[in-house]
């Protein structure tokens, strides 16, 4: 193994009075993306276990999968088709004229080739503008990389749209990364997820480009509106006249953020992590639950005002970020509430909150970002007041 021959070579330059300390972390990253770790714990207390951090953020990552391929398809699909009627313009479309790929909607290939690549630069501006002051933190406190970025990253590049300015991704991930994980010591120590913080920077700071009042559709001349917002303004009766199926939106054809348009492949996603422990399920019986359970109530009690009122609660399943949001986000372990009975209360308050937002909320077509963020701020509080029941019930019984 030539390679790793090379990396036990140059070690000794990295490590305390080498002449490269100061770049331990960055050395420590790339051997550890390579090759597994040498350093294990051995002894107690410590529980010893194959399942490590890399491991747990690889199979996160490996969970993503169907909802990317999902997504570049669609991408490519709704791209394609809106060029029969616009045009083909920008580089992407000389590149695919050049190779001779065309924009024929009806090939799943050509879809996939146009989606990667809209979505190859926003990964990379990711990686890069994130990694840079993953780096950076992780040299100033002299500790390793954390494999955590890689699920930020991948999670935060699915929730931007095709559309989105390259800049925009750069400010937002540094957005994320630094004042949503760095500033409260990094991954494990934050308390809101970081991807979601990056993504409601830039819904807030630029509405224009992030807030899904107009379809994503990247050609020029596309315009019209989300999903979310026809229901909001004509009811969910008239996605029908919109051409929107439910089907549409459990296989994910329709218009959105490239990663959650799928509910589907979300799905997929999320029966992985629970397979694999990494997704603790009463977190999803709390969300579904709350979700379900509002819906149905304001179903109950109708309005003449708000169309919203009576949507239904598989439209809220299947539409917007909820898919994604409760199989990547709402598991997210860090920054859930820890407790049993805390991750009922923690996903009942997230369902319960996406509904609240879409529905009475005229400003936001969209919730579950702003919902989950809202889990997130009470998980302590949560956390505390389960703890201390349980110590007051303890108490009384041995009195």
């Not at 747990?56 to 990552?61: D, K, R």
């Not at 957005?175 to 997820?193: D, M, Q, S």
């Amino acid at each position: 193994m030539k390679l790793r021959a090379f990396f036990d070579r140059i070690e000794p330059h990295f490590e305390q009075g080498g002449k490269w300390e100061r770049y331990f972390p960055l050395y420590e990253m790339i051997e550890s993306i390579l090759y597994t770790p040498k350093t294990v714990t051995t002894a107690a207390p410590h529980a010893r276990s194959y399942v490590d951090m890399k491991r747990i953020m690889t199979y996160v990552v490996l969970a993503t999968l169907p909802a990317l391929f999902v997504g570049l398809y669609n991408v490519g699909l709704q791209a394609n088709g809106a060029i029969a009627d616009y045009g083909a313009s920008g580089w992407r479309a000389g590149l695919l004229e050049w190779l001779g790929i065309g924009f024929d909607p009806r090939n799943p290939l050509v879809n996939v080739l146009h989606g990667l690549l809209y979505f190859i630069p926003i990964y990379l501006t990711t990686l890069i503008a994130g990694g840079l002051w993953e780096v950076l933190f992780a040299t100033v406190r002299k500790h390793e990389v954390n494999e955590g970025f890689m699920v930020s990253s991948m999670l935060f590049a699915l929730t931007m749209p095709a559309t989105v300015p390259l800049w925009q991704v750069a400010l937002g991930i540094s957005f994320g990364v630094v004042i949503g994980k760095e500033v409260f010591g990094g991954t494990g120590k934050n308390f809101l997820n970081p991807a979601l913080t990056g993504r409601a920077f830039l819904y807030f700071a630029y509405p224009a480009q992030l807030s899904g009042d107009s379809i994503w559709t990247p050609v020029d001349g596309f315009s019209g509106a989300t999903a979310l917002a026809v229901s909001a303004s004509d009811g969910v009766d008239a996605l029908a006249d919109q051409g929107i199926t439910w089907l549409d939106a459990f296989f994910g054809t329709i218009q959105g953020c490239i990663g959650e348009t799928s509910a589907l492949a979300c799905f997929i996603g999320l029966a992985f992590l629970l397979f694999t422990k990494i997704a603790n399920w009463r977190l999803i019986v709390g969300c579904l639950a709350g979700m379900i359970g509002f819906s149905t109530l304001l179903n109950l009690i109708g309005s003449d005002t708000n169309p919203m009122f009576a949507m239904p609660w598989h439209w809220h399943l299947v539409v917007g970020g909820y898919a994604f949001g409760l199989a990547f986000m709402v598991t997210e372990p860090v920054s859930a509430s820890h407790t049993n009975l805390g991750r009922y209360v923690y996903g009942a308050l997230i369902g319960f909150m996406v509904v609240m937002i879409r529905v009475i909320n005229p400003a936001f077509p969209e919730g579950m970002m702003l919902a989950i963020l809202f889990g997130n701020v009470f998980a302590p509080l949560i956390d505390h007041f389960v703890v201390q029941a349980n110590i007051a019930r303890r108490a009384k019984r041995h009195a």
